[in-house]
């Protein structure tokens, strides 16, 4: 390979990592104070999960009840309970939503 050749193919790896979206760290109080400023942003939270019966629904909520609504349902309903990290896709629709990527158990502290 030509030594242009090595310069085109370090180029593309670079670009091709950099396309990779990180999600912003944000709390549940900033999501709940600043929802508007993380519209369709890719986010990283944690909470207690929670749901309610009619309808059902599922969301994550802190020690001062600032909640998310998490989607789908079915994902999230095996945690009802336990602390979870999530990462998904921020929403306002009829509510804070997150469409979630990756979850996972937040483990105690001893």
């Known amino acids: 390979m030509k030594r242009g050749g090595y310069w085109l193919v ?12 990180r999600p912003a760290e944000v709390p549940l109080p900033v999501l709940a ?3 508007a400023e993380y519209q369709n942003a890719l986010v990283a939270t944690q909470g207690v999960v929670r749901s309610f019966d009619n309808p059902r629904h599922y969301w994550i909520e802190d020690e001062d009840l600032n909640r998310v609504e998490i989607l789908p349902q079915e994902q999230i309903a095996p945690y009802l309970g336990q602390e979870v990290r999530v990462v998904g896709r921020f929403g306002l629709d009829n509510g804070r939503k997150l469409t979630l990527e990756r979850l996972e158990t937040v483990e105690d502290s001893p």
Not at 10 to 21: D, N, P, R, S
Request: charged content about 15%; glycine content about 6%; hydrophobic content about 55%.
């Open 10 to 21: 370090l180029i593309i790896l670079a670009l091709a990592a950099c396309g990779e979206e």
């Open 33 to 35: 104070s600043q929802q």
